[in-house]
């Protein structure tokens, strides 16, 4: 059963649309990879689920039905309440979404104890476990530590800690390792692997690098100009994408065992090809 | 062969005070940072340099250049000793070694426009034709003339990394720095600067030392690799070499670390 379904999507600022029809689904114990560059809209799809958009955007038009809950449909408050009991989030800069001068346990705990009404105990008691279920070595004194005491890679377990906290139907992770170096990137990308497949969770994973959709995604959703290109299976797609765009997209990435088939600029007429799409779909949804 | 080299560098070390640790009263700890590097670069060389962070790749950059003074061991460029020089003394020389910066936003003046932002280092210098340099620097970096009177702000995330090479090379300098220049673009455009670069360094004969995390684009660019770590020397050799087979323990982490954009490749 599909634990997050976006079905015709349409936000904009001001006129300048910004998602454009965008459907999408993520079933549970699903992986799947939200990829574009920047300005495609990935991280405002994430943003729209969660209820974080700026709020300069509007949403149009569309319906965003999370475990069954259509979500437009409901109050603000009840949307909140809706969203913070099915949903969380794994960031993309661990120093930042975490509050410098509090110490990290609280800020594990709050979740459980104001959205889910968990006593102080309770909380604390699965904030250790799940510290521990991260591989966190001595979580009770990690729980009494500020952030800045704890390395990059340290922080980012904690977050991922936090977001499994409330046992959530989906988790949206916004680029989770781009601030981190590569050997602590791996690490990181196999823990959000094993946790999400240890609790079924399903994930969104919002990247710009399809060298990590390989190794973390099951399907992935090729977004430009807040459209989607190609919605498909990893498999696929490594082996034959299914949008000019896609296909320039892979030939753009960085690949040390191929250094001359790699990293071959995304051509022009690629570009304007996409950009006509995008022109066709808004004239006939009546935009300039 | 001396005369082909035109960066030397021996026992190379330098360290920071550690304010984190410093006692109310008297001076503060000291973290090394590089624990005595030795590098060689020969001119037309494009020399990579990786390793994670706090590794002093950066260090190792800004040391080079002299942005930073080292502690001891002696950094020769194109034979003079520049380890100690007063600022006095380098600022001529400051024309013959540029850099590149990681974030063409925050090292690009947003209140000057594209044009006096490359002729600011030649006013610097004192070239003359200021004005033909500049058309020339822009010409080179594949960007029109008339962005000359544009802002860093009207411009896309590759083609202000287009502007802070045409500052760099205006001044027909020996050697460039680049400090992890691609690392904050889309891979569209990251393919497009290296491009750029690589066509640089043939057509000005450039010698480069390209400061970055990803080997992947080192592995396309550079013709030797330095790997770092913790401030070490952990292998410097031929790229293709040092890809193909890695002599050190820690190189082959970083190569097995990279995720690869296919589906072979399996991390177990």
């Known amino acids: 059963m599909s634990f997050l379904t976006i079905e015709n999507l349409n936000a904009r600022v001001g006129t300048a649309p910004i998602l454009r029809d965008v459907s999408l689904s993520v079933e549970a114990g699903e992986v799947r990879g939200l990829v574009g560059e920047s300005g495609a809209g990935k991280s405002m799809i994430g943003k729209a689920v969660l209820g974080t958009l700026p709020t300069a955007v509007e949403i149009e038009s569309g319906r965003i039905v999370l475990d069954g809950e259509d979500l437009q449909a409901l109050k603000p408050r009840d949307r909140r309440r809706v969203i913070g009991a099915k949903a969380a989030l794994i960031p993309q800069d661990p120093l930042t979404a975490l509050n410098p001068s509090r110490r990290v346990g609280p800020q594990i705990t709050n979740r459980l104890v104001d959205i889910l009404g968990w006593t102080r105990a309770d909380a604390g008691h699965r904030a250790a476990e799940l510290l521990d279920e991260v591989s966190i070595p001595d979580p009770e004194r990690v729980m009494r530590a500020y952030p800045h005491e704890l390395s990059g890679g340290m922080r980012q377990r904690i977050l991922i800690a936090s977001a499994f906290a409330a046992e959530p139907k989906l988790i949206i992770a916004d680029e989770p390792t781009t601030a981190l170096d590569v050997t602590v990137q791996k690490q990181i990308l196999r823990l959000i692997r094993q946790m999400q497949a240890r609790h079924g969770t399903a994930l969104l994973f919002v990247t710009h690098d399809l060298g990590v959709v390989s190794k973390v995604c099951q399907s992935l959703t090729v977004l430009f100009g807040g459209m989607v290109l190609e919605d498909t299976r990893v498999e696929q797609f490594f082996a034959r994408p299914g949008h000019p765009y896609s296909a320039a997209l892979l030939a753009a990435t960085p690949k040390y065992t191929d250094p001359d088939a790699s990293l071959t600029p995304v051509p022009d007429a690629v570009i304007a090809g996409v950009e006509a799409e995008i022109e066709a779909h808004d004239r006939m949804h009546g935009h300039v | ?268």
């Open chain 2, 1 to 268: 062969m001396s005369d082909d080299v035109i960066y030397e560098i021996e026992n190379l070390r330098l360290s920071f005070p550690d304010m984190a640790h410093k006692p109310l009263f008297g001076a503060a700890p000291r973290i090394e940072i590089l624990k005595g590097i030795d590098m060689r670069i020969a001119r037309g060389d494009v020399v990579g340099i990786v390793g994670g962070s706090g590794s002093g790749k950066s260090t190792l950059g800004r040391a080079m250049i002299r942005l930073l003074e080292p502690d001891s061991g002696s950094i020769r460029f194109n034979g003079q000793d520049i380890t100690h020089l007063e600022e006095t003394a380098l600022r001529p020389m400051r024309r013959r070694f540029q850099m590149i910066f990681q974030d063409p936003m925050s090292s690009l003046n947003p209140r000057q426009t594209v044009g006096s932002i490359i002729a600011g280092p030649l006013k610097l210098q004192g070239f003359d034709r200021v004005s033909a340099r500049v058309d020339q620097a822009l010409d080179h970096v594949g960007l029109p003339r008339r962005f000359r009177s544009r802002y860093p702000h009207e411009l896309s995330g590759g083609q202000r990394q287009r502007v802070g090479i045409a500052r760099a090379i205006a001044t027909e300098p020996d050697f460039i720095l680049a400090d992890e220049i691609v690392s904050g673009l889309d891979v569209s455009s990251q393919a497009q600067v290296l491009n750029l670069l690589e066509q640089l360094v043939r057509e000005l004969g450039l010698t480069l030392a390209f400061i970055s995390h990803d080997l992947s684009v080192i592995r396309r660019l550079c013709q030797r690799t330095m790997v770092l770590y913790r401030g070490e020397v952990v292998e410097y050799r031929d790229t293709r070499a040092l890809f193909e087979a890695p002599e050190a323990e820690y190189t082959r982490e970083l190569l097995d670390a990279i995720p690869l954009p296919d589906l072979e490749q399996v991390w177990a």
